[in-house]
């Protein structure tokens, strides 16, 4: 199976120019030397939508994927709805993929259950595939709530289901999920890796549940992968790869991590 290391760069770089050189150094890098050491792994990028445009275009007809980091809830096209974007702009900005329900989104734009039904739906009926982050925090880790948080999550690819049934044809290649546990983004802390690939195990079996298309879902594991803990979870046959903040940000870490994922599929 072909592992996915996933760049989301959040709220960064600070200025076009930075977001210019760390692509000179990922494509340079993926370009020549390092190509053979990536070949088992898809690489993707998940710029600002500032950057979403320029970011695409530069990766048009290089291996490296782009993809937004959120879509607008409220419409799949156009309308009044001042600071957002839609499914639509972020496919004809050149993004093939978009994240969905990132924690800081959660957090920080109380994203519910009923919004990410609507942003998954917009998204896949405009094609764009989807990356759904789920996780929990660590009060919830704490009260070993961590499978029961994650199946409540999960419910959002149910309902989809339930409601457009016609989403299910290709499903299957149109959406990752990642686990995220809130307290191991940019913090240094992780899980140990029986505890993530139990945690895949059970997300996996999860969504085989609500349909037999859905058996065997690419589940990548999200924070705190650096290059130096990247082989530990890429040898997992659980882990189908990695989503990753910090680390995306250096073309050398970055690809670090998709050298360990590509060496445990080899
Ligand atoms: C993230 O925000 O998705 C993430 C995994 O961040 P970090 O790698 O910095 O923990």
Request: charged residues 15%.
């Amino acid at each position: 199976m072909q592992a996915w290391v996933i760049g989301n760069w959040k709220q960064n770089p600070a200025t076009s120019h930075d977001v210019k050189a760390l692509l000179d150094d990922l494509l340079t890098a993926v370009s020549t030397k390092e190509q053979p050491d990536i070949a088992g792994c898809q690489l993707m990028v998940a710029p600002s939508f500032i950057h979403l445009t320029a970011v695409s275009e530069r990766l048009e007809g290089s291996s490296i994927l782009s993809a937004a980091q959120d879509i607008s809830a409220h419409s799949a096209s156009t309308g009044a709805y001042t600071g957002d974007c839609s499914a639509q702009q972020v496919a004809d900005a050149g993004a093939a993929w978009t994240i969905l329900g990132h924690s800081e989104r959660r957090q920080y734009h109380q994203e519910s259950h009923d919004c990410l039904l609507n942003k998954m739906t917009h998204a896949l009926m405009q094609n764009l595939g989807v990356v759904f982050c789920i996780g929990e925090t660590q009060a919830q880790y704490d009260a070993k709530k961590t499978l029961v948080v994650i199946d409540t999550q999960l419910a959002v690819i149910k309902d989809l289901l339930a409601q457009k049934p016609e989403l299910i044809a290709g499903l299957s290649e149109r959406l990752i999920v990642a686990y995220e546990p809130v307290w191991a983004i940019g913090t240094g802390k992780v899980p140990t890796v029986a505890e993530v690939s139990a945690t895949h195990q059970h997300i996996k079996q999860t969504l085989a549940s609500f349909n037999d298309a859905l058996e065997n879902m690419t589940v990548l594991y999200g924070g705190s992968v650096n290059a130096d803990n990247a082989d530990s979870f890429a040898v997992d046959s659980m882990i189908d790869g990695a989503l990753v903040g910090g680390a995306s940000l250096k073309a050398e870490s970055f690809l670090a991590i998709a050298q360990a994922f590509s060496r445990a599929t080899a």
